[in-house]
């Protein structure tokens, strides 16, 4: 069975992953609307994220193979053809192996 990729009027956009090693529990429900921490750049191929009051180093890495994000396609009526559509093609991630540091902020006396 072939698949028929099809891609966006508005180019295909280039999407990160984010690898990380542990799990990650939300305090109460699921993670649905809310926002997991905040992704700050480093230098070079350093990135560092900040959940709560811990930071994550990590590394941007480029993946063995790109990877496409699809989205299957409405079947068309007669046609026996399966289509979907290219949303996205991922080429870096981020990687997050090492464990979390506690954030300490200083105040300014």
């Known amino acids: 069975m072939q698949i028929k990729l099809i891609s966006t009027p508005e180019g295909t956009p280039e999407w990160m992953a984010i690898e ?3 799990m990650i529990s939300p305090q109460d429900g699921g993670f649905d ?3 997991l ?12 994220m900040i959940v709560g009051n811990q930071t994550l180093e990590g590394k941007i890495s480029k993946t063995d193979r790109p990877l496409l994000v699809i ?6 009526d007669g046609d026996d053809e399966k289509n979907a559509t290219v ?3 991922i080429r870096k991630k981020l990687v997050f192996k090492v464990r979390p540091r506690p954030l300490v902020l200083s105040t300014a006396a």
């Open 37 to 48: 921490g905040t992704i700050c750049w480093g230098d070079r191929n350093n990135v560092y």
């Open 71 to 76: 989205q299957k396609s409405d079947k068309i």
């Open 87 to 89: 949303r996205a093609v």
């Open 20 to 22: 990380m090693h542990g």
């Open 33 to 35: 609307g809310k926002t």
